[in-house]
């Protein structure tokens, strides 16, 4: 009798024996900021002499002990010395001619940050803003996945009140409206949007108005974040 046999089924011998083909992983980061009633973006110059002098979104391979968020992080950590920054998950891409060197496939993060509050830390590759609708051709896919993540974001910030984290606490509807054209890239009715806002009840008047300005003084009001945590259940967003 034969000691320590182990039966193996047929698939299971073939499973063994296959190599599964090598395909690198990366991540690429699209970090959105709004500054001066512009949408922008933060790029560096690409480093591949293909690519010489274009601009490249920030990236990096997903290390064998690293999970994709981890990646994500390291790589905005890496490139921008910011740590503070919530990353979404928002798209694969994986055509098979999509980088130069090869089958490679990435994952690709966006966040939305008002510029203000966020310090570059590291310049490297010339990295700092660009201005959204000023950005010529790219390296790689990468004016593609700007572009996705750009609808995506035009999305999500009528799905979810993203708008007000790029506000002073108190602000303008001015300056309310300011923020929803440049990231819809649409000019947007005066009454009706007021006329929005103030019927979904998330707006706190200061009864203070609008200083120093050039234009005439708007009133100021708060976001009410209390009103909205017990409202956003049957919050359907903001249609224009």
Not at 63 to 80: C, G, I, K
Not at 128 to 148: P, R, S, Y
Not at 192 to 210: C, I, V, Y
Request: hydrophobic fraction near 40%; charged fraction near 25%; include cysteine.
């Amino acid at each position: 009798m034969a000691a320590n046999n182990i039966a193996v089924s047929p698939r299971d011998a073939i499973e063994l024996v296959v190599s599964y083909p090598t395909v690198p992983l990366t991540v690429d980061c699209v970090i959105f900021g709004f500054h001066e009633n512009s949408l922008k973006v933060l790029l560096i110059k690409s480093d591949l002499t293909k690519y010489e002098g274009k601009l490249s979104l920030l990236g990096d391979k997903v290390n064998a002990d690293e999970d994709l968020d981890t990646a994500a992080n390291r790589v905005l950590r890496q490139r921008t010395g910011m740590t503070d920054v919530f990353l979404e998950q928002v798209h694969t891409f994986s055509k098979p001619d999509r980088h130069p060197g090869g089958r490679v496939v990435t994952t690709v993060y966006a966040s939305l940050l008002n510029i203000k509050h966020h310090q570059l830390l590291l310049h490297d590759n010339e990295l700092k803003w660009h201005t959204i609708n000023q950005i010529g051709e790219m390296a790689f896919d990468h004016k593609q996945i700007l572009e996705v993540c750009t609808r995506w974001l035009q999305k999500r910030i009528q799905e979810q009140p993203l708008a007000f984290n790029l506000l002073p606490v108190k602000f303008s509807l001015r300056q309310l409206q300011n923020v929803y054209e440049a990231i819809l890239d649409v000019k947007l009715d005066r009454r009706n949007f007021r006329k929005k806002f103030a019927s979904m009840g998330f707006l706190n008047d200061t009864d203070e108005m609008e200083t120093h300005v050039t234009h005439r003084p708007g009133k100021l009001y708060t976001f009410d974040f209390v009103q909205y945590q017990q409202k956003k259940k049957n919050f359907i967003g903001i249609d224009f």
